[in-house]
């Protein structure tokens, strides 16, 4: 059995002025403020939505 393995995004520009559904996918993500870090599974989903809004956040 494989441990699953995980990504660390965090937001590094404000949703403020995106798109409605830009806004929903970084809180999606579990991201709320500046600098959050959200720790998620390394999946195909989370990879389209990181993919998605990749000009308002960095993988740490």
């Known amino acids: 059995m494989t441990t699953p393995?995980?990504?660390k995004v965090k937001l590094v520009r404000s949703p403020?002025?995106?798109k409605a559904d830009h806004r929903a996918t970084v809180r999606g993500l579990?991201?709320?403020k500046m600098n959050s870090?959200?720790?998620l599974?390394?999946?195909p989903a989370v990879r389209g939505m990181i993919n998605k809004i990749?000009?308002?956040v960095?993988?740490?």
Do not use: F, H
């Open 54 to 56: 990749s000009y308002l």
């Open 37 to 39: 870090v959200s720790e």
């Open 16 to 18: 403020i002025g995106c």
């Open 58 to 60: 960095a993988i740490v």
């Open 30 to 32: 579990g991201l709320r």
């Open 41 to 43: 599974q390394d999946t």
């Open 5 to 7: 393995t995980t990504v």
